[in-house]
């Protein structure tokens, strides 16, 4: 092999491992974006809401065991 087939050879590497960075840094940022509140359509706020609903049920049923 020539000098320029592994020129080649090393380019086509890099290119395929530079796409593959970049498509990985587009995915983190993109679920990382999901875990931060923006003010009701991220999964964040809607674990937050769940969460509210299932303390208040809780604290009736608890207050219903109690009567």
């Not at 991220?42 to 769940?50: E, G, P, T």
Request: charged share 25%; aromatic share 6%; hydrophobic share 45%.
């Amino acid at each position: 092999m020539t000098v320029q087939d592994w020129t080649a050879i090393v380019v086509a590497i890099a290119t395929a491992l530079a796409g593959v960075t970049a498509m990985l840094r587009f995915l983190v940022k993109h679920y990382l974006s999901e875990l931060k509140p923006n003010g009701g359509g991220s999964v964040k706020d809607q674990v937050n809401r769940l969460e509210t609903r299932v303390d208040d049920i809780y604290r009736l049923l608890c207050e219903r065991s109690t009567k």
